[in-house]
């Protein structure tokens, strides 16, 4: 348990000195640049980071539908970050 604790601890701390704000159990990203690419090539934006449970957090992000009128959301669980990088 105390693994989780530290590995959780330091990952708000490398995510708060990037630019993002702790909200609750979540990580907040305000500035728009922040995106990633999944490996199809789709670039996404990351709105914020779900630390509820350390072991498995959850990303979630968006991306513009085709039109640029509606936005897609989508959650990134753990198991799915290998699919994506940072732009």
């Known amino acids: 348990m ?7 601890n330091y990952v708000i701390e490398t995510l708060l000195s990037l630019g993002a704000s702790k909200v609750d159990d979540s990580i907040k990203f305000i500035k728009p640049e922040l995106q990633i690419r999944h490996k199809t090539g789709v670039k996404y934006t990351v709105d ?5 449970d350390p072991s498995s ?3 979630n992000a968006y991306r513009y539908d085709e039109t640029g009128s509606g936005v897609v ?10 699919d994506y990088d940072p732009v």
Do not use: A, L
């Open 2 to 8: 105390q693994k989780d604790k530290s590995v959780e």
């Open 73 to 82: 959301p989508i959650q990134i669980t753990k198991k799915e970050f290998k």
């Open 48 to 52: 914020e980071v779900d630390m509820s």
């Open 57 to 59: 957090p959850i990303v």
